[in-house]
């Protein structure tokens, strides 16, 4: 199992940028995808953005242009890089790591508000 911790959230107006952090520990990081997902109240939680252990990334379309995944192995540590917030980008943000397709853990989520 990996234990992810996400640090960032906050509340932001529209128009404006957050980063988040998700560090991790309990296996060797390097060999894990990492994503972010996200979760409204009422809502299912859906990707926001995945980076492979590779680097390659993929992002939601609701996302792509003002969001960035990336990783730095050293640290153990996936960022999501958000600009240009909007109001229905509030949610709880949680991070995701995976290898071969198995789920190997959760963080305990952030929330992003972002007022209008």
């Known amino acids: 199992q990996v234990q992810l911790v996400e640090s960032g959230g906050g509340l932001v107006q529209a128009g404006g940028s957050l980063r988040l952090s998700c560090v991790a520990s309990?296996?060797?990081?390097?060999?894990?995808?990492m994503g972010w997902y996200r979760q409204a109240p009422g809502n299912e939680r859906d990707l926001v953005a995945v980076i492979t252990s590779r680097g390659s990334t993929n992002y939601a379309d609701s996302v792509k242009g003002r969001f960035a995944i990336s990783r730095d192995n050293t640290k153990n540590t996936v960022y999501l890089q958000m600009n240009s917030l909007k109001p229905e980008d509030t949610a709880v943000y949680y991070c995701r790591a995976s290898r071969f397709g198995v789920v190997k853990g959760w963080g305990q989520g952030t929330q992003v508000t972002v007022s209008s």
């Open positions: 309990g296996s060797i990081f390097s060999m894990n995808n």
